[in-house]
């Protein structure tokens, strides 16, 4: 790195005419058998070393050539190990992974350290009851920022995610969220038939993510002795409301994301749910499954129905009905019909990995100097799912103003490795309060 500091600021606030024209092409690699920093490098650092924050790391280096990895930071020492395994044994670019043992961060302020690092970009992966700390350190550092969805598990987080988006829209950050499907070209073709008219006026839409159970709780004996209640709960968080959401929030979010996007992001007036729990999961606390029915206040509906049960038909697509005709979208092309007559399917350019191309708007962004902030987008969609969530415990009817409103905070506010933290029991609609 020749370059001055005063020289490598100016890039990131102007971009690089030369940078912007290496990632247009994104599908021409560069293998290379050794790297070497320059000007416009940019240096990314990865908070949250599991499944998806590994894939992200990946994604990320593979929308760049010019990108290195030189942070990573998690609460635990073993995701750290096996990501940097697996992303250093990459061909196309292991090589710009640059992580030496002293930027390896390992704790509960791992995230202070990676954005402190020196990093350019930050990409936040944990489980989402940390986001919103998380995201407000960030954006306080002046990083631009990768943010995994969901961005919060309860509504007084999400509220503090649209203050830290604010600040960061002042600050001029670079927000993209990891909403995939907004990024992928046959969706993008079709949300856009069906905003141009295509089905005439859009009246109900029905999305699905029907599928198995997502980690279960392993039964509380296998508990190992002296873990405490912060570990045990971090170490399984998906069953866990406060730091994964629920299914209908953390998985199905993608869902009620997209059926927001069929109505032009227009937030819905208010939902009631039905859901439960049908199979024991141990001392974990969400349900297996929920329907949730969302209203507009022009009468169209919008129905999420999510299930996390094994053995059971599987199903994650999005079915829209309009007055001219309807429309599907799944995992494979697109398509609309007026009657049994296909009136569209996608053949545009050959669709390339979404989760590639979320990460190769964020740089081109950052390179051209340009703004893109999906924050305001990402906080709506996540407050929807809680939202659903919210009707689905208290078996209530439940308005976005509530939603937006709601004082049940399930987050601690400080954390320790040696706290007491009592598993909140399972709700039970009827008798579970709208806080």
């Known amino acids: 790195m020749n370059a001055s500091p005063s020289s490598r600021r100016e890039f990131l606030r102007t971009g690089s005419a030369a940078a912007a024209v290496a990632i247009a092409a994104p599908a021409i690699l560069i293998r290379q058998s050794a790297f070497a920093q320059n000007a416009d490098t940019l240096k990314i650092g990865l908070v949250g070393c ?13 929308a760049d050539p010019n990108l290195i990895l030189t942070a990573v930071g998690d609460a635990f020492p073993e995701p750290i190990k096996g990501s940097l395994k697996g992303l250093l ?9 640059q992580v030496p043992p002293e930027k390896q961060f390992v704790g509960l302020d791992a995230y202070q350290k990676v954005i402190d690092s020196g990093v350019d970009v930050v990409l936040l992966a944990t489980p989402p009851g940390f986001r919103p700390t998380h995201l407000r350190y960030a954006v306080e550092a002046g990083k631009h920022i990768f943010c995994e969805k969901p961005m919060a598990t309860d509504a007084p987080g999400i509220r503090h995610v649209m203050e830290s988006v604010r600040m960061s829209k002042e600050k001029k950050l670079n927000v993209v969220a990891g909403y995939c499907w907004r990024y ?4 993008q073709a079709f949300y856009k038939e069906i905003h141009d008219g295509a089905l005439g006026e859009v009246v109900g839409v029905y999305g699905t993510y029907l599928t198995g159970p997502v980690k279960p709780m392993p039964p509380a ?3 190992p002795a002296g ?13 866990f409301t406060w730091l994964g959401g629920d299914g209908i929030v ?10 927001l996007w069929t109505y032009k992001d227009m937030p819905p007036l208010k939902c009631t749910a039905n859901g439960g729990r049908m199979h024991p999961n141990g001392e974990g606390n969400i349900f297996d499954h929920v329907t949730v029915v969302y209203e507009w206040a022009n009468g169209a509906r919008g129905v999420v129905a999510q299930r996390q049960i094994a053995n059971c038909y599987s199903d994650n697509s999005d079915y829209v009905l309009g007055s001219t005709g309807k429309g599907w979208s799944g995992w494979n092309t697109p398509y609309i019909k007026s009657g049994e007559q296909t009136k569209w399917r996608y053949r545009g350019e050959k669709p390339i990995d979404m989760y590639v191309i979320e990460h190769q708007v964020l740089y081109r962004s950052i390179r051209e100097g340009r703004f893109h902030n999906d924050g305001d987008r990402m906080a709506q969609s996540t407050l ?4 659903g969530r919210m009707a689905g415990y208290t078996g209530q009817e439940v308005t976005w103003e509530q939603a937006l409103n709601s004082q049940q905070k399930l987050s ?3 954390l320790s490795w040696d706290m007491k933290l009592p598993i909140e029991p399972l709700a039970l609609p009827g008798k579970t309060k709208l806080v």
Do not use: F
């Open 227 to 239: 873990m405490g209640d912060l570990e045990w709960q971090k170490r399984n968080w998906m069953n």
């Open 89 to 97: 044994a990459s061909d196309e670019y292991g090589k710009r992974v």
């Open 250 to 259: 953390e998985q199905c979010i993608h869902t009620v994301d997209k059926v």
């Open 412 to 414: 601690p506010d400080t």
């Open 384 to 387: 929807a799912g809680l939202m």
């Open 50 to 62: 599991g499944g998806r924050g590994t894939g992200a790391a990946g994604n990320a280096l593979t």
């Open 184 to 187: 992928d070209l046959p969706r």
């Open 221 to 223: 004996h296998t508990r």
